[in-house]
């Protein structure tokens, strides 16, 4: 059939304008035959309905069964089994070993130097290499008491009582502040609502890992203890929708604010696009991609998570402010001694610029030289503005671009260096939270 943006002739609209899908004539309607005949009708009527409409034939002993055993042959015997399914993921879904370097390529962000002995453990998906696992999704435990963190090791082996270490999203080399060290209690095959215990797990495989949530907020990197190679951590999930639908939440029972805010924490682990926030006005606010996404959140804090009542807001759509043309007035901020004075203006990028960011096309990460040269050549951007490029925001895949385009002529340098990151932070934090909108 086809989809609501395609067209077609007029007549052949016109001809099969009362005409069910063909999902519907040629699936579901036998299948809802078929069913409500093994449900409700006599033996004998099943069996002429399978002979002549389907020409499938039972033993008489198969008709004495109740009702699930039979409508599961019968299914089978139509059907036919699942094995169809089980050879396909086999010939087109690459095996770990297969797929891991590609990964590697693609989610790690540390230098991809093909003689580093970590980069070549983790591409060959080595069982005798150092640990490294990149936690993607935590799993709340049956009484919502803590989480299990699922994920995919990528090198060595992980065994229960392993020393680890924890790199959260913020975990760079120079900064460990995002870090922690961590005892591995338990490991787990994960098979939905099977847990299956593992005395070890080797590279390749994606596995449930007990004691590791307190230190993990997203997703997060964990490596050996004792790792002496410098590490980074893998990106963070990339998800093709935004948190743009916005609730303010509090307690029936005022006295219950310390449960709804620790439900709320629990929440954030739990739903990789959920956004928690404390606003200036103390109100505590829920972000989610729409309303069945934050009603699913609200009935999980208020029965798992909590377990308290909680009055909710009517919901409101966050909204962002953008760029339409060049400023006609700079903005400046003056330091309180009035002695220095930071001054910007923000102008439309140029076409595709944007897109080539979000895609990965084009890398904050990379050398200053590469990045220039990328936007000289491929937008055409003057030498010196196109080296002097500080940051993407609100995120290093942000689609906004902090330029300093001062001249070492007019201001000192050295003392702008001296607050870069402070600048970068709140141009981030702008980029991010869409302030005039507020």
Not at 110 to 131: W, Y
Not at 133 to 143: E, G, M, R, W
Not at 183 to 210: D, F, H
Not at 336 to 344: E, W, Y
Request: aromatic letters at 8%.
């Amino acid at each position: 059939p086809l989809s609501a943006g395609a067209s077609r002739p007029a007549a052949a609209a016109a001809g099969c304008a009362g005409a069910d899908r063909s999902f519907v004539t040629f699936i579901l309607e036998p299948l809802y035959k078929l069913t409500s005949a093994v449900v409700g009708e006599h033996p004998k009527t099943i069996e002429r309905l399978l002979g002549d409409d389907f020409g499938i034939h039972l033993k008489s002993s198969a008709y004495s069964q109740d009702v699930k055993p039979l409508l599961k042959e019968v299914c089978s015997k139509v059907f036919g089994s699942a094995t169809g399914i089980i050879d396909m993921l086999v010939q087109h879904v690459p095996s770990s070993k297969e797929a891991t370097a590609a990964k590697v390529a693609r989610l790690y962000t540390g230098p991809q130097d093909p003689n580093s002995p970590l980069i070549q453990f983790m591409a060959g998906c080595s069982r005798t290499g150092p640990l490294v696992l990149h936690v993607a999704k935590l799993f709340p435990k049956n009484d919502a008491s803590g989480f299990d963190a699922y994920g995919r090791i990528f090198s060595g082996t992980l065994r229960p009582g392993d020393e680890v270490r924890v790199l959260g999203e913020g975990f760079t080399p120079d900064d460990d502040e995002d870090s922690g060290d961590a005892v591995v209690s338990n490991v787990w095959l994960y098979q939905a609502r099977y847990r299956v215990p593992m005395a070890k797990a080797t590279a390749g495989n994606l596995v449930l890992v007990e004691g590791l949530d307190a230190l993990v907020s997203k997703t997060a990197t964990v490596v050996g203890r004792h790792l002496e190679e410098e590490v980074h951590v893998f990106r963070p999930l990339s998800f093709q929708t935004r948190s743009v639908m916005k609730i303010a939440t509090e307690p029936l029972q005022p006295s219950e604010l310390p449960k709804m805010v620790e439900g709320l924490r629990k929440i954030n682990k739990s739903y990789p696009l959920a956004v928690t926030r404390v606003e200036e006005s103390g109100e505590h606010t829920l972000l989610g991609t729409g309303e069945l996404y934050l009603d699913s959140i609200m009935r999980d804090l208020r029965e798992m998570y909590a377990d308290i009542e909680v009055k909710v807001a009517d919901p409101v759509v966050a909204f962002c402010e953008t760029v339409v043309e060049t400023s006609s007035l700079k903005c400046f901020a003056e330091t309180p001694n009035r002695k220095n004075k930071v001054t910007m203006i923000a102008e439309p990028l140029d076409k595709g610029l944007a897109e080539d960011i979000e895609s990965g096309k084009i890398s904050i990460t990379w050398p200053a030289r590469k990045l220039g040269t990328y936007l000289v050549d491929t937008y055409e951007w003057d030498p010196l503005a196109a080296r002097s490029v500080w940051a993407f925001g609100p995120a290093a895949d942000g689609p906004n671009v902090l330029l300093d385009d001062t001249l070492a002529g007019e201001v000192d340098k050295a003392l702008l260096g001296a607050v870069r990151d402070s600048i970068v932070q709140g141009f981030q934090w702008g980029t991010r939270e869409g302030p005039l909108c507020d």
